[in-house]
């Protein structure tokens, strides 16, 4: 059978083919126009037949490699720009431009050539390629941008690490852990966890639950991640598509921070402890205190009496026998000072644990209903002998009162011998009022007096208004009794005029 | 005879309260402590007073007050409490309170008061 009878004629095949066929000979004119060309070119075949290409459907830049192409070709009968397909632009017929597809095929004829381009609009195509090109640089920027490690791996190996991976693990480059077998960055001690894990998706398929695990970065260092993974299909193969986020610094965080309560709570012990420590030892030496003051006490008691049976003995003994009064005279002021030295250090050791007791808050006031005027004249009688103290007035002459008895004839009796101390032997003045609610008593001397910027301090611990030297004691006196008289609930004040004396006044409230 | 019982551990103390009171003409039973002094009670004629120090071992004298408040005819006889701690004694039931170091003068009048 004939070849060309049994094939459609060539001229069917080319007139009707799917894409632009292009007859041109040795000049680049065209030969060949099929329906296709003049669809794609918008050049009518009539129109076109006999033009050359180069000034036709050949934007003008082409041309002067178009021309040194053909003669190329036509010196050397060969070239490397046919039979295969080469991305071009050319020119339609109303002037716009677009890009193509074509494949030239030269085809002997007679001692010359024709040339066969086969051609395709390639336009859509490109734009698909451009949507394309810039839908992938859109995911490319926010795969770079986003603050999540994206990792791709086959169980084995890592196929992909976005930009965020690399930065996460302290690498350069992606090619560095491309590759890379993915057990080899996870810490140790997680490896077993994420092998089991990885079993269990690939079989199920399901997600992975957030998990943190443990990686190894390229400097050796550990970062923490929260990680999410999930199956897909990564080049035709399943694979993992894994999620990270670093949570190093917050887990740091929570350790330093755990570590700072810790502190602080050890800390917080640690005072406790110390504040239960001073306690005990301000109890140990509230105790100590309070103990040494009976013990100080039980000695004194013991000189104390013997002296006053020496001094009542004495004291019963007839001066009439000359021998007898001789002693008596030379052994008396002996007795007498060893009285009075008693009676010192018995207040001394008295006015300490006062000073003690007020110290551990133990100052404490028991009140019982009273005569205050009574009390006064008791303490007048007890502690100023002779002439020189006297109640001068008392109005009413007798002041009822809830007062603790005996700390007030502390107070009067502190008062009292302070005037006579620095009263100069002159006359001490007693009052005695009882007003309404308050009662007060006044004791006036005409001695030395205090000066201005002492008459605060005097209340104070260890102060004294008059010159160490002159008058020795160490001023607890009139410390215990502001402290007596606040504990009524009372005031203690001075009036004083140095060289003209002082008036001490004590308020009382009267009620309970 | 006028008899004051005396019931304090400090052997010093004691003896000298002692020697005090019968330099005055008075009779003295005396106790190192409060348990010492409840035999004495039980055994010998009631004195007119007791003097009674308040710290002391075995039996203290919190505790010797109290068992005398047990016994009707013990509990009539006056106490005169003489102790360091003033504070602490307001809890036992006795006519006064001495304080100590003691002052004989005082005491002396107490006791006056108390057995003539």
């Known amino acids: ?34 329906k296709q060309a003049e669809v794609v070119f918008g050049w009518p075949r009539n129109e076109i037949i006999g033009k050359r290409i180069s000034e036709t459907i050949m934007p003008a830049r082409f041309r002067e490699e178009y021309h040194h192409r053909m003669q190329e070709f036509l010196n050397k009968r060969t070239s490397t720009y046919l039979n295969r397909p080469m991305e071009l632009v050319a020119l339609h017929h109303d002037g716009s431009e677009f890009p193509i597809d074509l494949t030239v095929v030269s085809v002997p004829v007679n001692n010359t050539f024709l040339f066969y381009v086969f051609i395709r609009d390639i336009r859509n195509e490109k734009q698909a390629e451009a949507l394309l090109r810039s839908s992938e640089v859109r995911l490319k920027s926010i795969l770079a941008n986003l603050p999540v490690a994206v990792t791709v791996h086959n169980g084995k190996n890592f196929l992909y690490v976005n930009d965020e991976t690399v930065r996460i693990l302290g690498y350069s480059t992606a090619q560095e852990i491309i590759g890379k077998e993915v057990l080899s960055i996870v810490h140790p001690s997680d490896r077993d966890a994420v092998i089991q894990r990885m079993k269990t998706a690939q079989k199920t398929g399901q997600p992975r639950p957030l998990r943190e695990e443990k990686f190894l970065r390229k400097d050796g260092g550990v970062v923490i991640a929260e990680i999410y993974s999930v199956c897909i299909e990564f080049d035709g193969v399943p694979c993992i598509l894994a999620f990270g986020r670093d949570i190093t610094h917050k887990k740091n965080a929570e350790q330093e921070k755990e570590a700072m309560m810790r502190k602080e709570q050890e800390a917080y012990t640690e005072n406790v402890r110390m504040l239960a420590q001073t306690r005990d030892a301000v109890d140990l030496r509230d105790e100590f205190i309070s103990v040494a003051a009976h013990e100080l ?216 | 005879m006028k008899t004051v019982l005396i019931i304090e551990d400090d052997t010093p103390i004691r003896e000298a309260l002692s020697q005090a009171l019968e330099l005055e003409g008075y009779s003295v039973y005396s106790a190192s402590n409060g348990k010492e002094g409840l035999e004495i009670l039980r055994l010998l004629p009631a004195p007119c007073l007791i003097l009674l120090d308040l710290m002391m071992p075995i039996m203290n004298g919190w505790e010797f007050a109290d068992a005398v408040q047990q016994d009707n005819i013990l509990m009539t006889i006056p106490i005169v409490v003489v102790t360091a701690y003033a504070e602490t004694a307001k809890s036992v039931k006795s006519k006064e309170v001495i304080k100590k170091p003691v002052n004989l003068d005082r005491l002396m009048d107490c006791v006056k008061r108390y057995c003539g």
């Open chain 1, 1 to 34: 059978m004939n070849k060309t009878q049994m094939a459609p004629s060539v001229e069917i095949v080319i007139e009707n083919a799917p894409y632009a066929v292009v007859g041109i000979d040795a000049e680049g004119r065209v030969v060949e126009w099929n």
């Open chain 1, 297 to 512: 006490r039980t000695p004194l008691t013991s000189i104390g009496l013997q002296i006053q049976i020496l001094r009542r003995q004495l004291d019963k003994q007839k001066p009439s026998q000359t021998e007898s009064e001789k002693l008596l005279n030379t052994i008396t002021p002996t007795i007498n000072q060893f009285d009075i030295q008693v009676e010192r250090l018995t207040k001394l050791v008295n006015d300490l644990m006062d000073v003690w007791r007020i110290q551990a808050g133990q100052l404490v006031v028991h009140r019982e209903m009273c005569d205050l005027v009574d009390l006064v004249r008791s303490a007048i009688s007890r502690y100023c002998p002779g002439q020189q103290c006297r109640l001068i007035k008392a109005m009413p002459d007798k002041i009822l009162g809830f007062w603790d008895s005996t700390r007030l004839e502390q107070v009067i009796a502190n008062l009292l011998s302070n005037a006579e101390k620095y009263g100069e032997g002159k006359p001490i003045e007693v009052t005695v009022l009882g007003e309404d609610a308050t009662a007060s008593v006044q004791i006036r001397d005409q001695g030395v007096g205090i000066a201005a910027e002492d008459r605060r301090r005097i209340f104070d611990r260890y102060q004294r208004g008059a010159s160490f030297r002159s008058f020795g004691g160490i001023g607890l006196g009139l410390y215990i009794s502001k402290q007596i008289v606040d504990a009524h609930g009372g005031k203690i004040s001075v009036k004083s005029q140095l060289g003209f004396g002082s008036t001490f006044s004590v308020e009382l409230p009267i009620g309970r």
